[in-house]
T-cell receptor, first 114, second 114 residues
Framework: DQQVKQNSPSLSVQEGRISILNCDYTNSMFDYFLWYKKYPAEGPTFLIS?????DKNEDGRFTVFLNKSAKHLSLHIVPSQPGDSAVYFCAALDPNFGNEKLTFGTGTRLTIIP | ETGVTQSPTHLIKTRGQQVTLRCSSQ?????VSWYQQALGQGPQFIFQYYREEENGRGNFPPRFSGLQFPNYSSELNVNALELDDSALYLCASSLKGGAYNDQFFGPGTRLTVL
């Protein structure tokens, strides 16, 4: 039962352009969403998050949008830089468990083309 | 402030054997969560330890067990290894009741079961 889905396994974007990574979820009880970035041989690192009471959160080049009615969120990176090449995971927090159990999507490998 | 460390980096076992993986949590953190990331998948929650006790478990059989020590470091033990246990095992430390995005991951242990 995949409660968090990232349907694009990979994405290639030209340097300087916008990268848009998508994520869908099925559990309407999820109330907090996070994006993690993972380089090879490293653990996931937190990138940006959004609470279910908001529809947008921005941090520098990174913006996350949440559409609760569609159970969809997206991560926008603009402008994209070569160092953004990594695997990006969408994750959701289970309110029944507290603030530590993360439910992850399968990830999207982003490649920025110089 | 030291980050999350895991040992060993990688190891190879044969089916039926037992394995112990280790995790040192970030300074100031008192909770450790373990995740399994199979190839091409997102991390899946195994269990969490807080105050040396299991504090929630994902959909993993009892042959996956753990320990947390007074210094908050943790072990993941897997008995009767199966081929499907081959994966990257990640641990993450956090502070109970802390910020939602304050969960830091180690680099992982790559386990191969032959």
């Amino acid at each position: 039962d995949q409660q968090v889905k990232q349907n694009s396994p990979s994405l290639s974007v030209q340097e300087g352009r916008i990268s848009i990574l998508n994520c869908d979820y099925t559990n309407s009880m999820f109330d907090y969403f996070l994006w993690y970035k993972k380089y090879p041989a490293e653990g996931p690192t937190f990138l940006i998050s959004i609470s279910s009471i908001k529809d947008k959160n921005e941090d520098g080049r990174f913006t996350v949008f949440l559409n609760k009615s569609a159970k969809h969120l997206s991560l926008h990176i603009v402008p994209s830089q070569p160092g953004d090449s990594a695997v990006y995971f969408c994750a959701a927090l289970d309110p029944n468990f507290g603030n530590e159990k993360l439910t992850f999507g399968t990830g999207t490998r982003l490649t920025i083309i110089p | 402030e030291t980050g999350v460390t895991q040992s060993p980096t990688h190891l190879i076992k044969t089916r039926g054997q037992q394995v112990t993986l280790r995790c040192s949590s970030q300074s100031g953190h008192n909770t450790v969560s373990w995740y399994q990331q199979a190839l091409g998948q997102g991390p899946q929650f195994i269990f969490q330890y807080y105050r040396e006790e299991e504090n929630g478990r994902g959909n993993f059989p009892p042959r996956f067990s753990g320990l947390q020590f007074p210094n908050y470091s943790s072990e993941l033990n897997v008995n009767a290894l199966e081929l499907d246990d081959s994966a990257l095992y990640l641990c993450a430390s956090s502070l109970k009741g802390g910020a939602y995005n304050d969960q830091f991951f180690g680099p992982g242990t790559r386990l191969t079961v032959l």
